[in-house]
């Protein structure tokens, strides 16, 4: 079993580690973070950067000196993934940042900023259709849209950002103030590309955003071509810099936390690169088909389907129970029983009998339903018609309990979304139960 002991000794056997003590080890081992990576989903953190309480750094825009000393501060409590090296706050909240405030303008408007741009564009503009639909995701001032649409006016260039600029320039150019739903937009749009700059580091969770995108693009069959920029942290790491890390970035990649998020969200990657002299890092990928993920979907749909039917079914096979006037017991009512009483409508007042085998939970009540739990040995005294097993998995155990209190009545378990004969029907549980809790 792995134990904070073990992973001590783990590391101490590392040559990395080789000149720690074991005290300074297992002191190393104590200040380990629970914490999630927003980049790999990875859970472990190591502490990073204490930066104490800061004001908001980057879109508060305080109109005077005293609103900007007495900005409210805000815990800076960074984490590194010691998987693929991310970096975030762990006491980060999303509702402590008014992205409403002003959008962000930074960064567009310096000379070598404006070539990167240029740059990009030709890429971005190389790798779709003559008349292509773009979608960008958190559009900011609107600037890179409306360069597309300038340079590929036959194009359709839809924007997304809830705090964003709302009136393009241009006819081809459409601005939303919404978030970007990957399981709403990529059908209703059927984007050739989606590209997203400097946005993923102010998400909690990027993860579920890129892996959207890329189910939602798998089951339309279709593949998008996707562009991220997201600014680089390698070398305020490799030099100390603490600048970087403020409030409004939840999150810091680095070129390697970067490509593991990507690959986490199984795009396939086409190019990887940094720009402006390393601090951004950028990648153009398209999105991938896994046929396992569409077939799990398709189980996951089948069983949606068949739990909204069965109730309907089975409630139907109880009323005619409880209409032909005989007498039945459920047997089980904790857990996976009170889940099936309450799943099923089985109320106290048409099926009040409730028993089970372990009389440890005799006088209690099952949630929701509330009927009193017995002992099953009152069926000896009041002899019932029908037994309902709640259980499926104990049906052989309590069959054979049952006929070790000489009881004889028909026995029913729910099997494929009805109430079936357990002597009769074709099911699975008449095997040994094994190890079930
Ligand atoms: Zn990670």
Known sequence: ??????????VANNDAAAALSGQEISAQVRQMRSAECPACGFHVGAPFYDGGKQPLAMIAWPASQVEAQTMPRLPLDFVRCVDCGHVFNAAFDYSNVPYSAKPNLMFNRGASWSGFIRQLREETLARVPAAPTIVEIGHGDGHFLAALAEARPAGRYIGFDPHGAQHAGASNVELRAALFDPFRHIPELKPDMIVSRHVLEHLTSPLSLLQGINFA??????EVQLYFEVPCIDRAVEVGRLGDFYYEHYSHFTTQSFQKMLARSQFRLEELGHGYNGEVVYAFLGTEYFADQVLRLRAATDFFCTARKSPAKISGQLDEIYRSGKRAAIWGGV????AFLNA??????RFPLVVDSDEG???TYVPGSGQMIRPARVLKQEPVDLVIVAAQWRAKDIVAEMEKLGLDCEVLLEHEGRLVNYYTADHPYRAAARNCH
């Not at 857990?335 to 009170?338: R, T």
């Open 335 to 338: 857990g996976k029983c009170a």
């Open 361 to 363: 939970k005799t006088g």
């Open 217 to 222: 693009a798998a089951l339309l069959q279709r």
């Open 1 to 10: 079993m792995l134990t904070l002991e073990s992973l001590a000794a783990g």
């Open 344 to 349: 099923y409508g089985i109320d106290a007042f």
